[in-house]
């Protein structure tokens, strides 16, 4: 079993920050790209960023230059700093893992249960 929690989502002004963190933990042999999504009421959900186990980074064009990803790999946890924040950034984020478990030595992909992120206008 792995299990991916996410924190720090909330209510905040547009304009304003927010910092998401997600930590993995379980049957985790190898941790390799993490990344975000999010999901509007409506609407499909779509990828934000990921980053690699190497720290390479990829971002969505509509959060170029206002979002930060980054990872710990010491504490198996993924952040993403959201600056600027605007009302179409509300959405429930998700944490996602690629992980290779000790038990298949197979490459999965795992969610989190998501975090609300609203920002008002």
């Known amino acids: 079993q792995v299990q991916l929690v996410e924190s720090g989502g909330g209510l905040v002004q547009a304009g304003g920050s927010l910092r998401l963190s997600c930590v993995a933990s379980?049957?985790?042999?190898?941790?390799?790209?993490m990344g975000w999504y999010r999901q509007a009421p409506g609407k499909q959900r779509e990828l934000v960023s990921t980053i690699t186990s190497s720290s390479i980074t990829n971002y969505a064009n509509f959060v170029k230059g206002r979002f930060t990803i980054s990872r710990d790999n010491a504490k198996n946890t993924v952040y993403l700093q959201m600056n600027n924040l605007k009302p179409e950034d509300t959405a429930v984020y998700y944490c996602?893992?690629?992980?290779?478990?000790?038990?298949?030595?197979?490459?999965?992909?795992?969610w989190g249960q998501g975090t609300q992120v609203t920002v008002s206008s």
């Open positions: 379980g049957n985790i042999f190898r941790l390799n790209a």
């Open positions: 996602n893992a690629r992980v290779v478990s000790f038990t298949s030595g197979i490459e999965y992909g795992h």
